[in-house]
């Protein structure tokens, strides 16, 4: 199971200990990740009490941004290349946050193929693509081949478990 976002807490509901120039926040409630919480060396000097009101004030700076924050993807006009290699990460990465792709069951095994522009990706290569944007969500919309350039009306309704 995927584990929660840190959260502000109080002292007695983390764990709170040192390694090196960070501190390692741990909750107590194991549904909710550890943090690694670099300060530099005044982490020498500080009490648990302060490193943990640190940690708390970057989460509301966090919050806070959210909060401002409205997201517009970016789609790569059609045409254009929507990925690129990535040579250092050995890699393809997106270039926007919108990506236009078909399927393909013709791989080994019949395992599915992902074609984005005219690359060839297998799903490893797919899967890997998608790190690019981890912690992030996304929503994907199966359309008609033919249709893949097209803006699409999404209709938000439950379907009967026999229908499409």
């Known amino acids: 199971m995927r584990k929660k976002k840190p959260h502000i807490v109080p002292l007695s509901e983390v764990n709170?200990?040192?390694?090196?120039?960070?501190?390692?926040?741990?909750?107590?409630?194991?549904?909710?990740s550890t943090v690694h919480f670099k300060i530099g060396e005044n982490i020498e000097t500080m009490t648990d009490e302060e490193i943990l009101e640190l940690?708390?004030?970057?989460?509301?700076?966090?919050?806070?941004?959210?909060e401002e924050y409205t997201h517009v993807a970016v789609e790569i006009p059609p045409g254009r290349p929507q990925?690129?290699?990535?040579?250092a990460g050995d890699q393809w990465v997106p270039k926007g946050q919108?990506?236009?792709?078909?399927?393909s069951d013709g791989g080994p095994d019949c395992e599915a193929t992902i074609?984005?522009?005219d690359?060839?990706?297998s799903l490893a290569e797919f899967g890997?693509?998608?790190?690019?944007?981890?912690?992030?969500?996304?929503?994907i919309a199966f359309v008609p081949e033919d249709e893949i350039e097209?803006?699409?009306a999404i209709d938000v309704r439950d379907v009967k478990d026999d229908s499409r």
């Open 16 to 32: 709170l200990s040192r390694k090196g120039q960070e501190a390692i926040i741990e909750y107590k409630d194991t549904s909710v």
């Open 55 to 66: 940690f708390n004030d970057s989460l509301r700076i966090r919050n806070m941004i959210a």
């Open 83 to 87: 990925i690129e290699y990535f040579e």
């Open 98 to 103: 919108v990506l236009r792709c078909t399927i």
């Open 115 to 117: 074609y984005i522009d």
């Open 119 to 121: 690359q060839e990706l």
């Open 128 to 139: 890997r693509l998608l790190t690019s944007y981890a912690g992030w969500g996304m929503r």
């Open 150 to 152: 097209q803006r699409v």
